[in-house]
T-cell receptor, first 110, second 118 residues
Framework: SQQGEEDPQALSIQEGENATMNCSYKTSINNLQWYRQNSGRGLVHLILIRSNEREKHSGRLRVTLDTSKKSSSLLITASRAADTASYFCATFGGYQKVTFGTGTKLQVIP | NAGVMQNPRHLVRRRGQEARLRCSPMKGHSHVYWYRQLPEEGLKFMVYLQKENIIDESGMPKERFSAEFPKEGPSILRIQQVVRGDSAAYFC????????????????FGEGSRLTVL
C-alpha cells in the first residue's frame, strides 16, 4: 500500500512561476524525502527533511514538514522547462522500508 | 563511482517464462530495495534486503516472485511463470545503511528494468 498521497496529481504552470506540491502520510516517520523522476528514468533524490525539522531549503527547492498534520510540501521557485518531471515524496521510519507517495506530474510550459 | 546498475534495461518474455532482473548496488551500499512501477503510477514497494538477508518482503506477491542479495554478486529479482499483469518497470535502489553512523534511508536508484510479457 502507498504511504503517501500527493496533491495535485498533475500540475501545469508557465516557466518562471512557482510550483507547489503537497504530500500527506499516515504513520510516524524519521524523515521525509522528495524525489524527482524524468520520464522513463530512475528516481533522483532531491532533499531530505528530518522529523524534528520544519523547513529546509536547497537551491530553488523549499520543503516544509508538519508532523502534527502528517503533511509536507515541496515548493519549486522560478520554475524552468527542465523541471518538467514527476515528483514523489517518500517516508522513512528508521528501520523499515522507504515508502513512496503517488506522485505529482509537473509540466512547465516554456 | 558507478551508480546503481540494473540489467537488462528491457526484457520481453512470453507468458509462462521466467524473468530474472539483476541489480548491482552502489559500491559500499549494503541495502537493496526493489520497487515496481506501472505506467503513470507511483512506486510500489516489493522487498528490502541486506546482504544475505530479506528484511521486509511485505510487498512481494506470495507466489512466483522471489528476491535474493547474496554475499557476492548482484541482487536478483526473479519472477517465475510470468503473466501479462507482471508487465511493469522494476526499479532497484540501494542505500549505505548504517555506514557513516546514521541510516537516513536515502535511496540511489538504477534506471530500471522494463519487463514486457507477451
Amino acid at each position: 500500500s502507498q504511504q503517501g498521497e500527493e496533491d495535485p496529481q498533475a500540475l501545469s504552470i508557465q516557466e518562471g512561476e512557482n510550483a507547489t506540491m503537497n504530500c500527506s502520510y499516515k504513520t510516524s516517520i524519521n524523515n521525509l524525502q522528495w524525489y524527482r523522476q524524468n520520464s522513463g528514468r530512475g528516481l533522483v533524490h532531491l532533499i531530505l527533511i528530518r522529523s524534528n525539522e520544519r523547513e529546509k531549503h536547497s537551491g530553488r527547492l523549499r520543503v516544509t514538514l508538519d508532523t502534527s498534520k502528517k503533511s509536507s510540501s515541496l515548493l519549486i521557485t522560478a520554475s524552468r522547462a527542465a523541471d518538467t518531471a514527476s515528483y514523489f515524496c517518500a517516508t522513512f521510519g528508521g528501520y523499515q522500508k522507504v515508502t513512496f507517495g503517488t506522485g505529482t506530474k509537473l509540466q512547465v510550459i516554456p | 563511482n558507478a551508480g546503481v546498475m540494473q540489467n537488462p534495461r528491457h526484457l520481453v518474455r512470453r507468458r509462462g517464462q521466467e524473468a530474472r532482473l539483476r541489480c548491482s548496488p552502489m559500491k559500499g551500499h549494503s541495502h537493496v530495495y526493489w520497487y515496481r512501477q506501472l505506467p503513470e503510477e507511483g512506486l510500489k514497494f516489493m522487498v528490502y534486503l541486506q546482504k544475505e538477508n530479506i528484511i521486509d518482503e511485505s510487498g512481494m506477491p506470495k507466489e512466483r516472485f522471489s528476491a535474493e542479495f547474496p554475499k557476492e554478486g548482484p541482487s536478483i529479482l526473479r519472477i517465475q511463470q510470468v503473466v501479462r499483469g507482471d508487465s511493469a518497470a522494476y526499479f532497484c535502489a540501494s542505500s549505505p545503511g548504517l555506514a557513516g553512523g546514521e541510516n537516513t534511508g536515502e535511496l540511489f536508484f538504477g534506471e530500471g528494468s522494463r519487463l514486457t510479457v507477451l
